[in-house]
């Protein structure tokens, strides 16, 4: 953004070998050893300022099929709306933020963060890394390829007038759809079932009374793990 700020045309990746304070959604510390790929893309006026969060899966389907070109064999799903899982494990996370500049222009910043030879423990959720996936993968080289097919998917997404195509992608590439999720909407929980990505990027949850758009949300794949009813057996997840 500082870049921005200082007249930048954009179309500029930066990438840090570690991170001091690096950070996810909601300002949460993101751990930034050595060994991973760090990396964020500035773009100066992208799209009118409401298409803007679309670049989040833009970037998702982008960087599922950076990763397929070293691990072809390897099932990488996109978590609405912005992580990257290898089964149940997160493998990367994006981060997209906006900001009018003062000439009037409007900035976007996308960051990535990819697990490639490490990855945190203790979390509240499982993490995983290429390395332990066994890939040996260079952060310059992911990023060489996520620049060429971020470049693709961008075409593709003109501005926000080829968003079908899109979420068509997307949604090839998703994990947990059609299944159980649960969201977390300020601190209260929604369960139901994962049925799709409307045309504005909003997860549709079908709930037990009914069905519900989400904008923004901590999304859990999978059934809620209840204790065991009377009979020992757990009680099943909705």
């Known amino acids: 953004m500082a870049r921005a700020r200082s007249g930048d045309a954009g179309h500029l990746w930066l990438s840090a070998d570690v991170q001091t304070s690096g950070r996810g959604r909601h300002n949460r510390p993101w751990?930034?050893?050595?060994?991973?790929?760090?990396?964020?893309?500035?773009?100066?006026?992208?799209?009118v300022p409401a298409k803007a969060p679309q670049l989040g899966f833009v970037a998702g389907v982008a960087l599922v099929d950076a990763l397929r070109d070293f691990a072809p064999d390897i099932k990488f799903a996109l978590k609405w709306p912005n992580d990257i899982l290898v089964g149940q494990a997160k493998l990367?996370?994006?981060?997209?933020?906006?900001?009018?500049?003062?000439?009037?222009?409007?900035?976007?910043?996308?960051?990535?963060?990819?697990?490639?030879?490490?990855?945190?423990?203790?979390?509240?959720?499982?993490?995983?890394?290429?390395?332990?996936?066994?890939?040996e993968v260079a952060p310059s080289m992911l990023l060489q390829a996520l620049a060429i097919t971020f470049t693709r998917w961008l075409d593709v997404w003109a501005a926000g007038e080829g968003f079908a195509f899109i979420r068509a992608a997307w949604l090839e590439r998703a994990a947990g759809l059609g299944g159980p999720v649960r969201v977390n909407l300020g601190g209260q929980m929604h369960e139901g079932r994962f049925a799709d990505m409307d045309a504005a990027g909003r997860l549709i949850?079908?709930?037990?009374?009914?069905?519900?758009?989400?904008?923004?949300?901590?999304?859990?794949?999978?059934?809620?793990?209840?204790?065991?009813n009377e009979n020992g057996q757990g009680a099943p997840g909705r």
């Not at 751990?31 to 799209?47: E, K, M, R, V």
């Not at 009037?104 to 423990?121: E, K, T, W």
């Open 31 to 47: 751990t930034s050893p050595s060994g991973n790929l760090y990396a964020s893309l500035l773009l100066i006026d992208p799209s």
């Open 92 to 135: 990367a996370g994006i981060l997209l933020e906006g900001s009018s500049l003062p000439d009037q222009r409007f900035a976007c910043v996308l960051g990535c963060g990819i697990n490639c030879a490490n990855h945190p423990d203790g979390l509240a959720y499982a993490a995983t890394d290429l390395k332990a996936l066994g890939l």
């Open 205 to 228: 949850l079908d709930k037990p009374d009914g069905r519900v758009t989400i904008d923004a949300g901590d999304v859990f794949l999978g059934p809620v793990n209840r204790p065991p």
